[in-house]
Structures are given as C-alpha cells and as structure tokens.
C-alpha cells in the first residue's frame, strides 16, 4: 500500500521568500512521485514528476522537487513566490510499473503569498 | 491539443435524485480515471478504465455509483441514488500507456440537498 503525508495544511510566505511544501511518502516498491496545483473551481495541474531518473526534479513555473530515499520525502520548492503561485498544492505517489496507475493523493496544502 | 473535457461543471440535486457526468479524455489516451474530491480533502480514485475494460473499481461505491466507457473513449460517471455525501467534485483524468503522468479536466463540482 502507499501513502503520502503533506505536513502543513496552509502555509503562507511573503511575496519573493522561499516557498517550501513538505511531503512524505510510504510505499513497498520504488514509487512515482508527482506534485499538482489546483487553482480555485479547476482541475489538477501537473507541476512536476518523479520517475526513478534524476532526483532532482525541475517543473513549471519555476518549482522543483527532489527525491530523497533515505528520508522517503519529496519536497517541493520556489526559490521566489509571486502571488500568482497562491494555490492548492497536491502531492501523489503511484507504483513504479513503467506506465501510469493509481495515484494517491496526500490532504493538500494551501499556500498563501502575501505582499 | 485539447485537454480532458468535462460537463457539466455545476450540478445541483436533492438527495435520492439521479446523475451523470460525462468526460472525453486527451486524444489517444487509453487509460481513463474518475476520481472524486471532498472539500478539504485529496482526490481519491473511484474507477479505471485501461480502453473500455475496468482496470480498477475497488473504490466505487456499486450500489449507487456506475461508470462506462463503451467505445473506449467517452466516459460517463452515473450516481442514483444520489446521497448528502456524495457533495463533492468529480475529476476525470486520463494518461498515456507509455507515459506515467494523468492529465486532469476541469471537474464536475455536485451539490446534492
């Protein structure tokens, strides 16, 4: 079985500071990782994913993640927020089967950017 | 290319009352998901579709819920009777089978009185 634990349901940061989402995984078998952002009444964006290549992984909108085993995480991170970022974030793990599965999907952290 | 559309996006009901929601994924992608997003909370999986075959519907409450996928491309996601709690946004999405990543449309956002 697999899970993901988002520590932190609202975060909020400065415009231009460090954006920081935390996130940790529980899986039985090396996992694909994957960060979404959710923009209110829309669907899921896919910022970035993990697939057993580099651990450092670089998305859209200027967010990485990287991929640490030995603390099972996968943080998300901006080195600048502007306060077009201020969104719904969703962390989500799936099997690592070569093609796309399930995902599970942790409760969501809400950033807020302020001035 | 086109994403993952889905209609309607807005739906009011009262409970023991029926509906449907339809999606037509991304051109090509095979592999069809529902899931379903209660306020607060994550989305979570109600049924797969690998072309018009279930590949999963472990979470799929089956006295209430049913989905098809006829012709393998369409999909429509049925609730009746529908319950306070089914009060919730319903996510289609869809991948490629060569890639790993799903694709989500906008949602159907259901409020059932």
Same mark, same amino acid.
């Given at each position: 079985?697999?899970?993901?634990?988002?520590?932190?349901?609202?975060?909020?940061?400065?415009?231009?500071?460090?954006?920081?989402?935390?996130?940790?995984?529980?899986?039985?078998?090396?996992?694909?990782?994957?960060?979404?952002?959710?923009?209110?009444?829309?669907?899921?964006?896919?910022?970035?994913?993990?697939?057993?290549?580099?651990?450092?992984?670089?998305?859209?909108?200027?967010?990485?993640?990287?991929?640490?085993?030995?603390?099972?995480?996968?943080?998300?991170?901006?080195?600048?927020?502007?306060?077009?970022?201020?969104?719904?974030?969703?962390?989500?793990?799936?099997?690592?089967?070569?093609?796309?599965?399930?995902?599970?999907?942790?409760?969501?952290?809400?950033?807020?950017?302020?001035? | 290319?086109?994403?993952?559309?889905?209609?309607?996006?807005?739906?009011?009901?009262?409970?023991?009352?029926?509906?449907?929601?339809?999606?037509?994924?991304?051109?090509?992608? /095979?592999? =069809?998901?529902?899931?379903?997003?209660? $306020?607060?909370?994550?989305?979570?999986?109600?049924?797969?579709? @690998?072309?018009? !075959?279930?590949?999963?519907?472990?979470?799929?409450?089956?006295?209430?819920?049913?989905?098809?996928?006829?012709?393998?491309?369409?999909?429509?996601?049925?609730?009746?009777? /529908?319950? =306070?709690?089914?009060?919730?946004?319903? $996510?289609?999405?869809?991948?490629?089978?060569?890639?790993?990543? @799903?694709?989500? !449309?906008?949602?159907?956002?259901?409020?059932?009185?």
């Amino acid at each position: 079985a697999q899970s993901v634990t988002q520590l932190g349901s609202h975060v909020s940061v400065s415009e231009g500071a460090l954006v920081l989402l935390r996130c940790n995984y529980s899986s039985s078998v090396p996992p694909y990782l994957f960060w979404y952002v959710q923009y209110p009444n829309q669907g899921l964006q896919l910022l970035l994913k993990y697939t057993s290549a580099a651990t450092l992984v670089k998305g859209i909108n200027g967010f990485e993640a990287e991929f640490k085993k030995s603390e099972t995480s996968f943080h998300l991170t901006k080195p600048s927020a502007h306060m077009s970022d201020a969104a719904e974030y969703f962390c989500a793990v799936s099997l690592n089967t070569g093609t796309a599965s399930k995902l599970t999907f942790g409760t969501g952290t809400r950033l807020q950017v302020t001035l | 290319e086109a994403g993952v559309a889905q209609s309607p996006r807005y739906k009011i009901i009262e409970k023991r009352q029926s509906v449907a929601f339809w999606c037509n994924p991304i051109s090509g992608h /095979a592999t =069809l998901y529902w899931y379903q997003q209660i $306020l607060g909370q994550g989305p979570k999986l109600l049924i797969q579709f @690998q072309n018009n !075959g279930v590949v999963d519907d472990s979470q799929l409450p089956k006295d209430r819920f049913s989905a098809e996928r006829l012709k393998g491309v369409d999909s429509t996601l049925k609730i009746q009777p /529908a319950k =306070l709690e089914d009060s919730a946004v319903y $996510l289609c999405a869809s991948s490629d089978p060569k890639g790993v990543a @799903q694709y989500f !449309g906008p949602g159907t956002r259901l409020l059932v009185l």
